[in-house]
């Protein structure tokens, strides 16, 4: 769809509420222009609902709380407080076609409510952004032949580094011992009592979950 021009009068970007009628000609968003698509307004919608943590942050919350017994109290919370403030957030976005800071001009006893939603988003933007990163960097990593975390050539590494591999495990139960999720091996036959002190060595991914 290719945008008709549009010529603008300097009266019509005095107007307070951009969803007024302008000139009659029934475009209640003339200043603000309308979506090119509706492909266009989908994904926004799915980029503004949708992010990362609803890809990591629900599956671990679902591991720990229950599984099943979560999808309970998420299911409720969900379409009781987070489907409605989706709606209203969204209806109200269209309808004035402004920012939180300004559509709160419909009440202006709330406007301190946009105010504070801008704040959020700045707060959320400082660590979130870190987040994106993180994931970024263990994606590109991922696509080289060998992952830099698991092996012991790494800045992060120290001297107790150790490889974790089916070789070092066969070694191990060759020694009749047993191979500690630690990457230790420990032949408890012959532990004697009084000196029971063990290195713990850790194995390169571990280590480097340590270090960052």
Request: charged share 15%.
């Amino acid at each position: 769809m290719v945008p008709r021009e549009m010529n603008y009068e300097e009266s019509d970007f005095g107007i307070e509420y951009p969803f007024e009628e302008t000139g009659g000609s029934g475009d209640e968003n003339r200043i603000r222009g309308n979506w090119t698509l509706k492909l266009d307004y989908l994904f926004s919608i799915f980029g503004y609902t949708f992010a990362l943590g609803n890809l990591w942050r629900f599956p671990y919350h679902f591991g720990i709380n229950g599984g099943i017994a979560y999808l309970i109290p998420y299911t409720i919370l969900f379409f009781v407080a987070a489907l409605p403030i989706l709606f209203m957030e969204i209806s109200l976005g269209q309808f004035v076609s402004l920012g939180p800071a300004s559509v709160w001009k419909l009440a202006p006893l709330f406007k301190g409510i946009g105010i504070s939603m801008l704040f959020v988003s700045i707060l959320i933007a400082i660590y979130y952004n870190l987040i994106t990163a993180w994931a970024l960097y263990y994606m590109i990593n991922s696509l080289k032949f060998s992952l830099p975390w698991t092996t012991c050539g790494n800045e992060w590494n120290s001297e107790n580094c150790f490889v974790w591999n089916k070789g070092s495990i066969n070694a191990c139960r060759h020694l009749n011992g047993s191979f500690l999720s630690n990457g230790t091996c420990v032949d408890f036959n012959n532990i004697d009592p009084s000196n029971n002190n063990s290195i713990l060595v850790l194995d390169s991914n571990n280590k480097n979950y340590d270090r960052n």
